[in-house]
């Protein structure tokens, strides 16, 4: 039976949503910086990213799109230049 995963990744982002784009700079900069190191949180961070991207994309708030494309891109960039083997193997099986 495989493992379930998830991160408070989804929650912590909502909340900073409410308090504008400084704090999803700062929950996205205290985020990266704890976690980049696992692939598996990484993964998660770059789900959520994108998804947060798409969400404020359809409802029209251009500023908050495109702070999250821009911190996508760094979290994205990040784990395709860093991961290796079966770490690389699995973000982009969940990226995909």
Do not use: C
Not at 12 to 21: H, K, N, Y
Not at 53 to 75: I, M
Not at 81 to 96: A, R, S, V
């Amino acid at each position: 039976m495989e493992e379930e995963f998830s991160t408070t990744f989804w929650q912590d982002f909502t909340i900073a949503d409410a308090f504008g784009e400084d704090a999803v700079k700062d929950t996205f900069d205290r985020a990266f910086e704890e976690w980049k190191s696992d692939y598996r949180y990484l993964t998660d961070l770059v789900i959520v990213l994108n998804h947060k991207l798409w969400e404020h994309y359809e409802r029209g708030n251009e500023p908050l799109s495109r702070l999250y494309d821009s911190l996508w891109k760094k979290a994205d960039g990040y784990a395709m230049d860093n991961l290796k083997d079966d770490e690389l193997g699995y973000f982009l099986d969940q990226t995909d």
